[in-house]
């Protein structure tokens, strides 16, 4: 193994990371609830009526932000590599496996290992698994 | 619900994930590329989010309610099953084949990304398909998708 120096960004990472605990500190004080992107998104599919739309609202925040973001700090552009056949068969798996795990990097990943749950720790070493293995697959294999 | 802010955790949510370099696919599979030359950043944005969020776990914990007095709605499933790991792994594929998770796909929607629009347009028709499956709808643990992140 060697070290990408070059892209290595710890500062930036971690103080994105902390805005990242403060948004799930936030949610979780205020109203109880796990942050999760995958919970948000799959709550509202199908969209169910009831309460305010606090999910929608927070999915609104989420695609703001780069626009708040580009005033506050220097943001580049994702460079997204994959082509629209790959975005596709990447995307599914995506929306059903996070569905069928209930929950992704930010509900299992953050939250779930930041209230020490053995169901989560699972969950993230089976998603790591896989995306090692598919990256080395696709990176060095194929 | 008397969330008087999800506005603004999804913003807060999105600055991190933008500040972090979770939105840039490349950086992701740069961190997962272990045999490259590897990129360990996004160890790091995992550790900032969790040492936080492992506080303010406790907190709520030892409160056990908000801050407003409303009671905690936290999820209860501990199973780890073939639907925990399978939906992981499953995850994890996708994850590793574009480079996007949830939360960064869609923030990058925000950067007027086509593609990003397109992964999510995508990520929606599996949580879909997902919804239609009754036969999964029906399994006892069902009521945990509505509860997890």
Same mark, same amino acid.
């Given at each position: 193994?060697?070290?990408?120096?070059?892209?290595?960004?710890?500062?930036?990472?971690?103080?994105?990371?902390?805005?990242?605990?403060?948004?799930?500190?936030?949610?979780?004080?205020?109203?109880?609830?796990?942050?999760?992107?995958?919970?948000?998104?799959?709550?509202?599919?199908?969209?169910?009526?009831?309460?305010?739309?606090?999910?929608?609202?927070?999915?609104?925040?989420?695609?703001?932000?780069?626009?708040?973001?580009?005033?506050?700090?220097?943001?580049? *552009? /994702?460079?997204?590599? $994959?082509?629209?056949?790959?975005?596709?068969? !990447? @995307?599914?798996?995506?929306? &059903?496996?996070? %569905?069928?795990?209930?929950?992704?990097?930010?509900?299992?990943?953050?939250?779930?290992?930041?209230?020490? *749950? /053995?169901?989560?720790? $699972?969950?993230?070493?089976?998603?790591?698994? !896989? @995306?090692?293995?598919?990256? &080395?697959?696709? %990176?060095?294999?194929? | 619900?008397?969330?008087?802010?999800?506005?603004?955790?999804?913003?807060?949510?999105?600055?991190?994930?933008?500040?972090?370099?979770?939105?840039?696919?490349?950086?992701?599979?740069?961190?997962?590329?272990?045999?490259?030359?590897?990129?360990?950043?996004?160890?790091?944005?995992?550790?900032?989010?969790?040492?936080?969020?492992?506080?303010?776990?406790?907190?709520?914990?030892?409160?056990?309610?908000?801050?407003?007095?409303?009671?905690?709605?936290?999820?209860?499933?501990?199973?780890?099953?073939?639907?925990?790991?399978?939906?992981?792994?499953?995850?994890?594929?996708?994850?590793?084949?574009?480079?996007?998770?949830?939360?960064?796909?869609?923030?990058?929607?925000?950067?007027?990304?086509?593609?990003?629009?397109?992964?999510?347009?995508?990520?929606?028709?599996?949580?879909?398909?997902?919804?239609?499956?009754?036969?999964?709808?029906?399994?006892?643990?069902?009521?945990?998708?509505?509860?997890?992140?």
């Amino acid at each position: 193994m060697t070290i990408d120096w070059t892209h290595f960004t710890p500062l930036s990472a971690l103080a994105g990371g902390v805005l990242i605990g403060l948004a799930a500190a936030w949610l979780l004080l205020e109203n109880g609830r796990i942050l999760g992107a995958s919970g948000l998104l799959g709550g509202l599919i199908p969209p169910r009526a009831g309460d305010r739309p606090w999910r929608a609202e927070a999915i609104f925040g989420l695609v703001l932000a780069p626009f708040v973001a580009r005033v506050l700090f220097d943001t580049p *552009s /994702p460079a997204i590599a $994959a082509g629209p056949a790959t975005l596709i068969v !990447a @995307g599914l798996p995506v929306g &059903f496996g996070t %569905r069928l795990a209930n929950g992704c990097t930010s509900g299992h990943g953050v939250c779930g290992l930041a209230r020490l *749950s /053995p169901r989560s720790l $699972a969950a993230i070493l089976a998603f790591m698994a !896989a @995306g090692f293995a598919t990256v &080395f697959a696709v %990176r060095h294999v194929l | 619900m008397n969330c008087v802010s999800p506005f603004l955790v999804g913003l807060l949510f999105g600055l991190g994930l933008c500040l972090s370099g979770m939105t840039n696919p490349m950086k992701v599979l740069g961190f997962l590329d272990l045999a490259g030359a590897w990129d360990p950043s996004l160890a790091f944005v995992m550790g900032g989010a969790v040492v936080v969020a492992f506080f303010a776990f406790r907190v709520a914990k030892r409160r056990g309610r908000t801050l407003s007095g409303a009671p905690l709605d936290l999820p209860t499933s501990t199973a780890i099953d073939g639907r925990l790991i399978g939906g992981s792994l499953l995850f994890g594929v996708g994850w590793g084949l574009a480079g996007l998770c949830p939360g960064p796909a869609v923030t990058d929607i925000g950067f007027l990304d086509g593609r990003a629009a397109l992964f999510v347009v995508a990520m929606i028709a599996g949580m879909a398909v997902f919804a239609v499956l009754p036969a999964l709808r029906a399994a006892p643990t069902a009521k945990a998708a509505l509860e997890d992140g």
